[in-house]
Structures are given as structure tokens and as C-alpha cells.
């Protein structure tokens, strides 16, 4: 089995559901995103749009960061899910370094958001995370796990993400991905990302 | 406060940009990652040459180099409580094979080093022990020589160091900063073997040789057609890098020294002025390894293949 995602980038609206909803899902704190969503315009007036990817990580099957990393801190789980163990990370970020797709996060920054110090929120939804490690999406494992969608994927209000296995050809990640001519990001790295995109 | 709120801005700022700088390595408490490289190599240099040159003191800069590396390693690092655990993965890590080259250098250095230096020690200069630590030295001078320019090679997110020469490169200035070193010591008045004029002569083969690869890497970077290697380049030598490269790089670790070795031609060179030598040579090699981790910058996630009209 490997799971991976398929992000349709015709539906996106560039709308951030699915930064904020994994932003509530993980209670990352300032200055770690596991999602994210990249804008750009592109062509020159009156013939001018606006593009949304959206980013997170691509769970790569050949993940260098896995490789990079000294403590097998990253490692790689058997439905291809790479995570980090935070009780192993040194915050050595050699990891950072080595992933291409620029979707791992160190945590040394504030743990709150507002100056007044942790909301209740903050604190209870923060309280799991260990600081001065680095910190990266982990396709919400613990709702995989519970026969649940990633939390980007359930909150998504146009339906342009989908979630399932890579490996079965008949699942729908699968049959878009053929049907449509999916892609991965920088597929010259030569990592073999799980997450694919969708052409526009 | 403000401080982290600025971090924090900065980041934002960043992740909106299309070549984004890495800060990591280099900045904040970064600046102790590029110190720990640039020292940890100085002393693999350092070791060669003082085994080659017969320097007792060659041997024993080595070794306090070696350990001032490794205190600036876990200086850098975020939980260094658990340094211990980089042993772990030496199949694939670089920075793993690098953690068990400098603990083999610096166990083998201290078995060697202590009968030489102590007399009443309990193992004698030709015991095995003193060998197996001669042994264990070298193996962990030679991991240390290549492990660095390895680990940036291994970066696959920033083009800039993802060249196979910056090995080499990493392993010429090691050479270069352990003639620096030798020469330090002989300008202090230590002893060895190879004459001022000998090392002088080989702090000036390696030179070239960096000046070389350097070149050659720059020229690779340039012409590899990824814009993020570009970028760096540019940082380099015109964009926010330029001052420490010109400066640091260029004025002090060439010129300066260049300048003294010229003047020694003619009149032999006071010890001052060999002292002088190797220290802007050395702070030289360090502008450059800071320049270089410095500008190193993202690939851009956004490629042709991503969304386009």
C-alpha cells in the first residue's frame, strides 16, 4: 500500500480551507505549515489569472529526507507515510536541507500567536509539540488510521483534493491520475513523490 | 520578543518568494554549524601535515581544533542532549558518518597523543594502543576531510551545493587550513620537519588547486540552467553575500597572503608575518565556507511542470 494525495488544480480556488483546517487539525505553531497554498499571476493585462498550488508534503517514496537524517528521526511508515519521531530529532536540519519540495519546518519560534501568551487552545493543541525539532505534515496519520480522511482533504469545499491508495490501480488517486495526466513536483529529483497534481 | 516575531516575518516573507534563501545553516545559531565545519576541517588538515612534517604541536592543534568542532556542532544543534543518537544511521548520513568520524579522530587522537605528550603514561608511544589510535586518527581525519562537502552534496533542495565538486573543493581547503595551521605553529615556534619555505610553497599548489575548483564550480552553477544556483552565484559575488566574499574571501584569504608570500621572495619572512599569513588565510577558507552555505538557496517549487497556460 502506499498512500498519497491527488490535489486537482482546475477546482482550486486558493481559498487556504486546507492550510487553516490543518492548522486546527495539528495546532502547529508560528512558522510551521504542513499545508500551504503558493499564489502566482501569471500574463499581462486584460489577459491576466491567477494560479493556486497547493503544497504539502509529497510523502516521497524515495524520501531523501529519510536518508539525510542521522537519528532515524524520519523514517518511513509501511503505507508510505513519511513522519518524524520528535523524541529521535536533533534539529540538526540536514532533512530541510534535503527535501526538494521545501515542506519541513523547524520549531523554535514563539508557541503562540498572540502577544498576551497561549490561548487555552494553544495550549492544549500545543502541548504535543516538541520544540527545537523540525516539523512536517504526516498526511494526519492518527485519522488515516481511524478510517478518516486528511484533515485538508475532508475540509476542502470544492472537492479538489483526493486521498487514497497509489499502489491499487483501481482506486480513484489511481484512476485520476491516469485519466488526467497527473503529475509531481520536481519529478527530476528522482523522489517519487506521492502526491500528484492535476493540470489546470 | 521581537526578535522571534522578526523570524517569524521574515519566514512569511520567504515562503512567498519563488528563490528563497535557506537561513538554517549560517544564520542565528547557524553561524555555529558553519564554524564547526570550517574548524572540524581545519584540524583533518591539520593532522595530515603534522604527521607528514613530524609537528608534536601540528598534532596536539589538531586535536583541540577537533574538539572545538565538535562543541560548535552541538552548539548548532537544537536538542543536543541527544547527539548521541546521530550514530544511528551511518548507512545513509552523511552528518551520521561525519558524527563517527570525529568521535573515532577523537578517541584515536587522545590514545596516540597522550604518551607522546605524558610521559608517565600507562601506554607507551609504540604500544598498541598508541597505534590503534594512530589508526583510528587517520580513518577519522580522512571521514572529516569529505564528510562536509558530502553533506552539502546530499542537499538535494539547494542546486547551489548539489555538485559533485564540492567534495573536493571541501577537501582542498582542509588541506589549506592544516598548512595554515602548521604554519602558525611554526611561527610560534614550534617544530617540524618542513621548512617555511616548504610550506609556503605548498600553501600555494593547494591555492591554485582551490582557486581551480572553485572556479570550476562557479562555472557549473552557472551553467546547469536552475535558476536557484544562479541566484546563488549572483548573491555571491553581486547580491547580499558580495561584501563577505570580496572582504573576507578574496582580500584576506588571497590577496593578503599572496601579497606576504611575493614579499617573502625577496626577503625571508619575519615570524610575524608567517603568523600573519596563516591566519588571513585561514579566516579566508571561513568567509568562503560562510559565503558558500550562506547562498545557498531553495529550488523553486514551482517548475514547468506545475500549472501553466
Given amino acids: ?29 508560528p512558522g510551521v505549515f504542513y499545508a500551504r497554498v503558493l499564489k502566482k499571476e501569471e500574463g499581462q493585462y486584460p489577459s491576466v489569472r491567477q ?11 524515495e524520501p531523501p529526507c529519510v536518508d539525510a537524517c542521522p537519528t532515524g ?61 523540525v516539523m512536517k505534515c504526516n498526511f494526519c496519520r492518527d485519522r488515516v488510521r481511524a478510517g478518516r480522511d486528511p484533515a485538508c482533504v475532508e475540509n476542502c469545499p470544492t472537492v479538489a483534493r483526493h486521498f487514497g491508495d497509489l499502489d491499487d490501480p483501481t482506486s480513484e488517486v489511481s484512476r485520476l491520475i491516469k485519466e488526467r495526466s497527473g503529475f509531481p513536483l520536481h519529478p527530476e529529483a528522482g523522489t517519487k513523490p506521492s502526491v500528484y497534481y492535476l493540470p489546470p | 520578543m521581537q526578535a522571534t516575531r522578526a523570524k517569524y516575518d521574515q519566514l512569511i516573507q520567504d515562503l512567498g518568494r519563488d528563490l528563497r534563501p535557506q537561513r538554517e545553516w549560517g544564520e542565528g545559531r547557524g553561524i555555529f554549524m558553519v564554524i564547526g565545519h570550517f574548524v572540524v576541517g581545519v584540524a583533518s588538515g591539520t593532522w595530515l601535515f603534522a604527521l607528514l612534517f613530524d609537528s608534536r604541536a601540528g598534532l596536539a592543534l589538531a586535536f583541540a581544533l577537533a574538539g572545538l568542532g565538535g562543541i560548535a556542532h552541538l552548539a548548532y544543534l537544537g536538542r543536543p542532549e541527544r547527539f548521541w543518537k546521530m550514530v544511528v544511521h551511518v548507512r545513509t548520513s552523511w552528518i551520521s558518518r561525519g558524527f563517527v568520524g570525529l568521535s573515532l579522530f577523537l578517541a584515536g587522537a587522545l590514545l596516540y597523543l597522550v604518551p607522546l605528550f605524558v610521559p608517565a603514561a600507562p601506554w607507551g608511544t609504540g604500544s598498541v594502543a598508541a597505534g590503534v589510535g594512530h589508526a583510528m586518527a587517520i580513518v577519522g581525519m580522512l571521514v572529516l576531510m569529505g564528510y562536509m562537502g558530502f553533506v552539502y552534496t546530499a542537499s538535494k533542495a539547494i542546486p547551489f551545493w548539489n555538485s559533485p565538486l564540492h567534495p573536493a573543493l571541501y577537501i582542498v581547503y582542509a588541506l589549506r587550513g592544516g598548512i595554515a595551521a602548521l604554519l602558525l605553529t611554526v611561527a610560534l615556534g614550534a617544530r617540524s620537519s618542513a621548512s617555511v619555505g616548504e610550506l609556503l610553497l605548498l600553501w600555494a599548489g593547494v591555492t591554485a588547486v582551490v582557486i581551480v575548483f572553485f572556479l570550476l564550480e562557479i562555472h557549473g552553477a552557472m551553467t546547469s540552467g536552475n535558476a536557484a544556483a544562479r541566484r546563488s552565484v549572483h548573491d555571491l559575488f553581486a547580491g547580499r553575500l558580495a561584501i563577505y566574499f570580496y572582504v573576507g574571501t578574496l582580500a584576506l584569504g588571497l590577496i593578503v597572503p ?15 608575518a608567517i603568523a600573519a599569513l596563516a591566519l588571513a588565510s585561514a579566516l579566508g577558507d571561513f568567509f568562503m565556507k560562510y559565503s558558500i552555505i550562506r547562498a545557498g538557496v531553495y529550488l523553486p517549487v514551482w517548475t514547468r511542470l506545475a500549472p501553466q497556460r
Fill in chain 1, 73 to 133: 528521526a524520519s523514517f518511513k511508515c509501511e503505507d508510505g507515510i513519511v513522519d518524524i519521531d520528535p523524541e529521535k530529532c536533533v534539529g540538526c536540519r540536514a532533512c530541510m536541507m534535503a527535501c526538494p519540495y521545501s515542506n519541513r519546518y523547524y520549531n523554535d519560534g514563539p508557541q503562540h500567536y498572540f502577544a498576551q501568551g497561549a490561548t487555552v487552545y494553544e495550549q492544549v493543541r500545543g502541548a504535543r509539540h516538541q520544540t527545537d525539532v
Fill in chain 1, 51 to 61: 494560479l493556486f498550488l497547493p503544497v504539502l508534503c509529497n510523502h516521497c517514496e
Fill in chain 1, 1 to 29: 500500500m502506499r498512500r498519497g494525495m491527488v490535489i486537482d488544480l482546475k477546482r482550486c480556488i486558493g481559498c487556504y480551507a486546507c492550510q487553516l483546517s490543518c492548522k486546527a487539525e495539528h495546532g502547529t505553531p
Fill in chain 2, 258 to 272: 599572496a601579497w606576504l608570500m611575493w614579499a617573502g621572495l625577496s626577503d625571508p619572512l619575519s615570524l610575524s
